[in-house]
Every structure is written in structure tokens, then in C-alpha cells.
């Protein structure tokens, strides 16, 4: 395995150790349906969450810099296919879980609710 690809392994295995600690319930981790994909997918309260992890093996570099419009727009599409499959009644919500550093050392920054689903998006 590629070492960028085992850095994203081990950042989203621990967002997802992160958002169990914190209350959240993982229903989904790496769901993809055809050409969509979604890194973790949790409950919590009356909403579904849908969480884009980054992760970047050097603490200088911000991993939420590779979230741009498109992104959104890909992670809102596959939401909606998400949503649309499984018949989801509850509000949807996007945030970012950005981890930089190494497992020896390292930042992870959540943020709740990142964006809101622009209306162009579908």
C-alpha cells in the first residue's frame, strides 16, 4: 500500500475513534456506490452526518485546503445518493475531521456542520 494511502487509513480510523468518543454512532465507513463515496457516515441526535476526513503526514500543511467547491459538490452529491438509497428521514449534516502529523504526533481538528449543502450541488 502506498504510504499516502496508509496515512488516510490511519487518519480516518482515528476520526472514527475520535467520533465515537464523542458520541456519535459510525453507520458507514468508506461507503461507495458506484462513483460516489463518503469517508464515514454516523448518527447523532435527529441527524446523519456525513464526515469528510483529510490527512496530512506534515503538521505544516492545512488537510481542509484540499476541500474545495467541487468537493463539496461531489460529497453533497453522495450524500443525496446515500439518502435517496436508504429512504434517510433525518436531517443531513457535513463536517470535516482534518488530522496533520503522524500517529506519534499529531493535530486533529473537527469541525461540526463544515458547510451547507449548496443549492446547485444535486
Known amino acids: 500500500m ?26 458507514e465507513r468508506n461507503w461507495r456506490l458506484g462513483h460516489f463515496e463518503i469517508d464515514i457516515i454516523a448518527m447523532k441526535g435527529n441527524r446523519i452526518i456525513f464526515v469528510e476526513v483529510k490527512t496530512r503526514a506534515d503538521k505544516s500543511t492545512d488537510p481542509t485546503e484540499a476541500i474545495d467547491e467541487k468537493k463539496i459538490r461531489r460529497t453533497v452529491r453522495s450524500a443525496n445518493a446515500y439518502i435517496t438509497s436508504y429512504n ?10 482534518a488530522i496533520s502529523g503522524t500517529p506519534e504526533d499529531f493535530e486533529l481538528r473537527h469541525i461540526p456542520d463544515a458547510f451547507m449543502a449548496p443549492l446547485n450541488a444535486l
Open 2 to 27: 502506498a504510504r499516502h494511502n496508509e496515512i488516510g487509513k490511519w487518519g480516518e480510523n482515528l476520526a472514527e475513534e475520535y467520533l465515537i468518543a464523542q458520541g456519535y454512532a459510525i453507520t
Open 88 to 97: 434517510i428521514p433525518h436531517e443531513p449534516q457535513f463536517d470535516i475531521i
